[in-house]
């Protein structure tokens, strides 16, 4: 039934009880004075909800009397008025402020002897707002037995580094992965083996030196104008005229002197020129004349003879 207390009015068989001050969720010495719980000090006729004693049989709630000392609370300290699914509202307390608790025994209760389990089902709070985890991150919940979140917090990454054996973050490189048949890694042998040269330069693929040969005619196309020389060519662009004679087939120069024509050569008085003479010269430049001319009282004109003459 309802009790009234001064001005208070106080629920006794409800399963909703009037709100406490404070709720001790460590062991409370009930043999002395109980000055504070949970940062907060506690004044004659506070309502608190013990939830964690050592031993279970003196959980509930309570009040505080004049001398400190806490006794069960009027309206929790009978079977009728302690049931199942009896829920109790915390008032203050740095750490359960505005916290709600539900007993989830099953069955009928002794007070003081039956154990009591009292379970915090929600909370409103600050202290948990926020925005959790991000890039290398992972986020630590810790949930009490009625499934509250009563700590979240997030916590940066390092990941060791087990591919390469080295410690510290994980950077995977082309050192970490076995070759494949398409993107093959880079060696100097393969490189100086997909590399050629033409025209003018040369490349040596086992030293890999790229050199430069200077131009010559032998790798220029011959045009049309400044054509190479060719023996054929030189001896076709020669002749021979008079007295030189040119082969063109074999290149050979060769020189015919002209017939002296003796009447042309020789002055004199009763000289014939109608008559045939003989006018021979050797290698000594003298000259012998045969023939049938008589050369009595006759000039010869840039001759010289022997003295038999």
Not at 62 to 84: C, F, H, P, V
Not at 195 to 205: C, E, H, R, T, V
Not at 284 to 295: D, H, Y
Request: hydrophobic share 30%; net charge negative.
């Amino acid at each position: 039934m309802p009790i009234f207390r001064g001005s208070q009015f106080v629920s006794s068989i409800s399963d909703f009880k009037d709100s406490v001050r404070v709720c001790a969720t460590t062991n409370i010495n009930l043999g002395t004075t109980v000055s504070s719980i949970d940062d907060i000090t506690l004044v004659k006729d506070d309502r608190v909800l013990l939830s964690s004693q050592s031993l279970s049989r003196e959980n509930g709630i309570y009040i505080k009397l004049q001398n400190g000392t806490l006794t069960r609370s009027k309206d929790a300290d009978s079977a009728i008025e302690i049931t199942s699914g009896l829920r109790v509202y915390v008032e203050e307390g740095t750490n359960e402020s505005k916290s709600q608790w539900l007993l989830t025994n099953a069955g009928s209760i002794t007070v003081g002897t039956t154990n009591l389990t009292f379970v915090k089902t929600n909370q409103l709070t600050t202290t948990l707002a926020g925005q959790y985890g991000g890039s290398n991150k992972f986020i630590a919940v810790t949930l009490n037995s009625g499934g509250i979140i009563t700590a979240i917090s997030d916590t940066s990454v390092t990941l060791t580094n087990t591919v390469n054996g080295n410690s510290g973050s994980v950077i995977l490189e082309t050192d970490d992965i076995d070759e494949g048949l398409t993107n093959q890694y880079f060696t100097t042998v393969r490189a100086r083996s997909s590399i050629a040269a033409g025209g003018d330069l040369a490349y040596n693929s086992t030293t890999g030196v790229v050199s430069y040969t200077t131009p010559t005619t032998d790798g220029i196309v011959e045009g049309s104008t400044n054509l190479y020389h060719t023996t054929a060519r030189v001896r076709n662009s020669l002749s021979g005229s008079g007295v030189i004679g040119y082969n063109t087939g074999t290149g050979v120069i060769t020189y015919s002197p002209a017939a002296l024509t003796i009447g042309n050569g020789l002055t004199g008085t009763s000289y014939n020129t109608s008559e045939l003479t003989t006018i021979a010269i050797d290698t000594t430049t003298v000259a012998t004349v045969s023939g049938t001319q008589t050369l009595d009282n006759k000039t010869i004109d840039g001759g010289t003879f022997p003295d038999n003459v």
